[in-house]
């Protein structure tokens, strides 16, 4: 279903809208116009100037771009994604009458630079033709079409003629690089001597793979007298129809065999996707495949159908034409009015349709007869797609370009699915990238650790820093060290050494790892990382077989497998001492709006059942854990609760400047020796504060008492501290209020993403060192300043969680899962990280929840199985072909059981000289993550105009340098992108929208704070669907287990009478169309009527069905994939919730000014062409 255009057409005559800062968005829409009937056969093109103050280079307009669809991007091969040549600002008319030429030499509708010759006088529309208001007053004629056969064989002697179309419509040649490109015309703001190379491009087109081998003018354009053509069918090939004249040179040029690089056709389309025209005074015939080329204007008394000539900003000025007059090919492919940021295609004339543009109801390929009612909204169930054999004998296609003719990411994500699911992915292989975060594949460790560890932004390193500098590809690693596997794959084996430890090297201290290479019989190994020579200690000694491998590779996991883990001796223990096992403390705010809340009975009552879910090793039957409880609001409560004690006992510390613990036996306790206290405590607790009145809270005192208590019991731990308001109380940390909206924009905006003192910096430091990690639940209903009270999580490795405005019923389940989550996952403590690289590279720059005190070593108080740590490599030597570059990531932290372990990933990538291997092997969903977090780190410094604006420039970067070095010999006017990096422009403009970088008005600065610190710790999987949500059509049909196909993230896509389910990791939403079945709804909702349906309802009504039974297995395995609990909303059409949904609609335009994909494309293209340059 083709899907093009939004549902408010705004006017081009209103206010502008707010804009993505560092580049401007174009007005959108426009009246429509009508398009007259055709009045006499004009001999060529006429144009009237654009209206006083427009100007093509004076902003994005991406909607003067035109694209024509020619090949499916899916293809693993190169893909030129034509975005067409600069268009210049037509400031002449055509060759005069008497001309030699009968060809207009300005071709596809383009004109000449220069003055105006005055033997052509201009035209003046006949008297019969009607202008509706908003039309051209005058028009300028362009070029007239040859009046003979003589002046025609003339003509097309100066073109390239090609051999006869491909045999498989649709695919040209591929080249030998995989790329993709895109062909825009009418990009603005471009130096003017990449103007007037460029003029045969009006329309865009994407194709696979130009032969390098047609490049007749690499890098330069042809003369002015040699017009870029594409191929077109021979002279005689033309079929000639009495009493008609052939169409003019810039109507007609189609090419027949693939168009070479330099020309830059914009008419790379498969003869599948062509419509052609017939000409003046014939009837449309079936023409043979080398004679379906004829193209003219429409016949007489034929009423048109095309853009309204008053939208200045969606067609260039050199493409206007009168009303009632045939569009020339580049027009009638080109992008069709666009309103609210979709990208559409406007149809082509066609006959027996009349009346005016339509609009925007218009969505299949043939427009509904004008006296149609206009639509509401956008609705592609509501016109039927026509079918290819519905069509009439000349018009067997679509006649509005697909949006799809852009990259997109379903169908990358599709394609990914298709071809690697079914293998499973074996790491032996050195650079190898994995399938797509988004694909389900099974992992075979054979030597490299598994993607879902370590993942990559290229598996192809540069040799030298020099290349990498030119590239800008960032060498980066996203590591997640405690990864839970899927159920399929077997977790890490526990190699034990016994009290020797672990066997390393002895210069770098690298762990023995696949990539050592034995010597010598055996006797000795050579460091695969810094070559250095070790003798193998006698008990580990075993002797070599005929490839110089072990005997006992095979039988020990450290030398066959990426990922292993090791018992650690005492040497890796703090102070030379075994560890105690670690313990939780839960301290719970009591202050009266927690208790009013109901918060307080709710994790009370809660934590009865989860205390006998604590976390333990998988061969223990009971958890190691201890627990504590402490209750707070100006003053902290402490309870003993041990065993021997009938009831707990509450000892009140008010002294909270000096915070201590005052006791030390019966305070952390085993939940099994102590189980009846616990509970009793727990029962008495709501009581004892249920008519506080006390409002006022601290919350530095709290880390401090839990630190002070884990300190007393000499073991590492994580404290669950329940909060619910800015602590104003006197104590140390005592916070104000500082919100001020007037900083955001501003160059002191950075200053709110800033703790507020530094105290809570050294609270952290203290935490790291004690190896007490914090994860904090915030329940607030006003500012509370999160990005001051997350600092203490943040660098001890905990979670912040935050329930806004917390209400029991609508938020009670998101709360407990998260806290049931939280509380029984795989957790590591005292934790410290290094990163070991071969010679040539070294790990410089680390982003994530941590603390470093060195430059070398993360330490984390606790790391658990959702944190994610982003590693950047830079070069300090060359790195060689031969050996690659290899990376060890070595964690040693203290189990849940108190045992202290080394866990250590291994991978190796390859090395390149080439730029062309180098793109060829990049993971952009790594990139993605990658730059989110480096604009994580960069607003605590930067505003966020400069980070969004570096972010783009180095993404042009990495773009240009491709295409400069990569790409095939083409047109500027080309968006060439590398194959594996195509996506780079969507998912980039949707971390530049996200609220962190670009926030809509509504959106708090504890909620951008909060984002912050998440994306901070995100892993790949995660970063991707928060920045792309999956957005999923409920089709009726309850067969089979598989999920439905996702559709892009755009409102465009939805259906009226259509479910759709969309999450990002942190929302869960299913908008209702308006026209949904009676049936489906009473499936579904337990209504028949959509007015019925409740909105604040945040679960499904559990219905013995099978449509309701899938519905809510999907949702249940949408919140089993992600580490947080989505709370469903229910969005009905038209409902003010709606708007919220639409904010996670990332392809259209945002409300806070970011771009629609369609316009950032085009910006990028504008970036890339201006490094070009």
Known sequence: MNVNQQAHMTSPYRQPQPTLQGYAQPGYGGPPTQYTPYNSPNPGYQQGPAPAGYSPYSSLSSKAFPATLASDLSCNSSSPLDLGPVRPTPNSV????????????????????????????????????????????????????????????NQMSGMHVSGPPPAVSGYAPHSSNSQTSVSFSGTPSFPPHSVSSQQNSPAASLTHGQPPSQSPFPGAPPPVSQPQYSSVPPASSQPHYPGAQPPPASQGQFPVGPPSPSQASPFHTPLSNFVPHAGPGVQPVQAPPHSQYLSGPPLPRQP????????????????????????????????????????????????????????????????????????????????????????????????????????????????????????????????????????????????????????????????????AKQSQVPLAAVIKPLATLPLDEAPPYIVDHGESGPIRCNRCKAYMCPFMQFIEGGRRFQCGFCSCVTEVPPHYFQHLDHTGKRVDCYDRPELSMGTCEFTATVDYCKNNKIPQPPAFIFLIDVSYNAVKSGLVDLICAELKTLLDYLPRESSEEDSCIRVGFVTYNKVLHFYNVKSSLAQP???????????????????????????????????????????????????????????????????????????????????????????????????????????????????????????????????????????????????????????????????????????????????????????????????????????MSNTTDVELAGLDCDKAVTVEFRHDDKLSEESGALMQCAVLYTSCSGQRRLRVHNLSVNCCTQLADLYRNCDTDTLINFFAKYACRSILSSPTKTVRDTLINQSAHILSCYRKNCASPSSAGQLILPECMKLLPVYLNCVLKSDMLQPSADISLDDRAYLRQLVTSMDVAESHVFFYPRLLPLKLDVEGDSLPTAVRASEERLSKGGLYLLENGLHLFLWVGANVQQELLQSVFNTPSFGQIDPSMTNLPVLNNPYSQRLRAIIESFRVQRPRYMKLMVVKQDDKLELIFKHFLVEDKSASGGASYVDFLCHMHKEIRQLLS
């Open 94 to 153: 055509g060759p005069p009458m008497s001309a030699p030429q009968g060809y207009s030499q300005f071709t596809q509708g383009d004109v000449q630079n220069g003055p105006p010759t005055m033997s052509s006088q201009p035209h003046r529309p006949p008297v019969s033709q009607s202008y509706l208001p908003g039309s051209q007053p005058a028009y300028q004629q362009y070029g007239v079409p040859p009046t003979n056969m003589q002046q025609m064989t």
């Open 304 to 467: 048109m159908q095309g853009p309204p000539l008053s939208q200045q900003n969606h067609v260039a000025p050199g493409m206007q034409r009168l009303p009632g007059q045939a569009a020339p090919p580049g027009q009638g492919q080109g992008v069709q009015p666009q309103q609210n940021g979709a990208f559409g295609q406007m149809s082509r004339p066609q006959p027996g349709y009349g009346g005016s543009y339509p609009g925007p109801q218009n969505y299949g390929a043939q427009p509904p007869p004008p006296a149609a009612p206009p639509q509401k909204r956008l609705d592609p169930d509501s016109i039927p797609s026509p079918q290819v054999s519905e069509l009439p004998a000349v018009q067997k296609t679509r006649h509005r370009i697909d949006p799809d003719a852009i990259p997109s990411p379903i169908q990358v994500i599709e394609d990914d699915q298709a071809n690697r699911s079914s293998e499973p992915f074996t790491t032996e292989v050195r650079g190898q990238a994995p399938p797509l975060v988004t694909t389900n594949f099974q992992v075979k460790d054979q030597g490299n650790a598994s993607p879902s560890y370590i993942r990559c932004t290229a598996y192809n390193f540069p040799c030298t820093s020099d290349m």
């Open 649 to 851: 006992q509450m000892m009140v510390v008010s002294d909270v400047a000096d915070m201590f613990v005052p006791l030390l036996d019966g305070f952390l306790v085993d939940v099994n020796e102590s189980r009846a206290v616990i509970n009793s405590l727990l029962d008495q607790i709501p009581e004892m504060f249920a008519d506080t009145r006390e409002t006022e809270t601290v919350f530095a005192p709290v880390i401090q008492a839990g630190l002070e208590a884990l300190k007393a019991a000499d073991c590492a731990g994580k404290l669950f501290i329940f909060h619910s308001s800015l602590p104003i109380a006197e104590a140390p940390g005592k916070l104000k209020n500082r919100e001020d909206k007037k900083l955001v924009g501003t160059d002191k905006e950075k200053t709110l993403f800033q703790p507020q003192t530094s105290f809570f910096g050294n609270l952290a430091k203290e935490c790291v060192a004690q190896g007490c990690c914090v994860d904090l639940f915030l329940f607030p209903n006003q500012y509370v300043d999160v990005a001051t009270l997350g600092v203490v999580p943040s660098q001890t490795g905990g979670s912040v969680y935050k329930y806004t405005y917390f209400q029991v019923p609508s938020d009670g389940d998101r709360f407990l899962n998260d806290l049931r989550r939280d509380v029984q996952k795989q957790v590591g403590f005292d934790a410290v990280m290094r990163v070991r690289t071969s010679t040539g590279i070294r790990a410089t720059d680390f982003f994530g929840a941590f603390y």
